[in-house]
Each structure stands twice: as C-alpha cells, then as structure tokens.
Nanobody, 123 residues
Framework: QVQLVESGGGSVQSGGSLRLNCAVS????????LGWFRQAPGKEREGVAT???????TYADSVKGRFTIPRDNGKNTLSLQMTSLKPGGTAMYYC?????????????????WGQGTQVTVSS
C-alpha cells in the first residue's frame, strides 16, 4: 500500500510563498503520476497540479505562473512550490498518487491520498 505524507503547510500573508512536500513510501514514485489537490471550506476538492512519470506537468489556470510541482524520484518526494499566494489559496492541500506510466488522468480518480496539510493565506 502506497503511503503519502504531506508537510510544509502553515500560515502566510497574501503575496507570500510556501513550499509543500509529500513523501512517498512503499512504492517507487518514478513510475507514478503524482498530483496536488486542494479543498477550501465549503467547496469541492479541485486539482492544483500534476506531474507524470516523464515529468510532464499540468496546472490549474488559477495557479499557472505562480506554482510549480517538482518531483525528486531519487528521494521519492513531490513538492508544491507556491508563490504570490492569494487568500483564495486557503485550503487543505492533498498529495495524491497513482501508478500510470507516462500520463496522468484528467479526473481525481487517484487511488492513493495523503492526510492533507493546511495552508492559510491572510490578506
């Protein structure tokens, strides 16, 4: 069973930066699609960014140009570097993974999820 553990959440002022990390265990992350999702209070969970096993990335329009999703296959880790944060970025952020080689699904049908890490952006 793949395990995902997020870290790095916290409180930051609008315009600030934050880096989230996700440790992947019990599977070699190199063959996986990895992604970050978030859920704000009272809203549905939404996709933030994904990266497939070849390094191809996708981003939600709301974060393009501000967020990046680097992965380190040697360390089995995924990160989410967030800059120019906005109050709308306040949410629980989740790391997700699935064994799809060379692509990521467009849906949220990832079989493995972390417990989430809270990000709060104040104005």
């Amino acid at each position: 069973q793949v395990q995902l553990v997020e870290s790095g959440g916290g409180s930051v002022q609008s315009g600030g930066s934050l880096r989230l990390n996700c440790a992947v265990s019990r599977y070699t992350s190199a063959n996986m699609c990895l992604g970050w999702f978030r859920q704000a209070p009272g809203k549905e969970r939404e996709g933030v960014a994904t990266i497939d096993s070849r390094g191809t990335t996708t981003y939600a329009d709301s974060v393009k140009g501000r967020f990046t999703i680097p992965r380190d296959n040697g360390k089995n880790t995924l990160s989410l570097q967030m800059t120019s944060l906005k109050p709308g970025g306040t949410a629980m952020y989740y790391c997700a993974a699935g064994v799809w080689v060379g692509y990521c699904p467009t849906s949220q049908a990832f079989p493995y999820w972390g417990q989430g890490t809270q990000v709060t952006v104040s104005s």
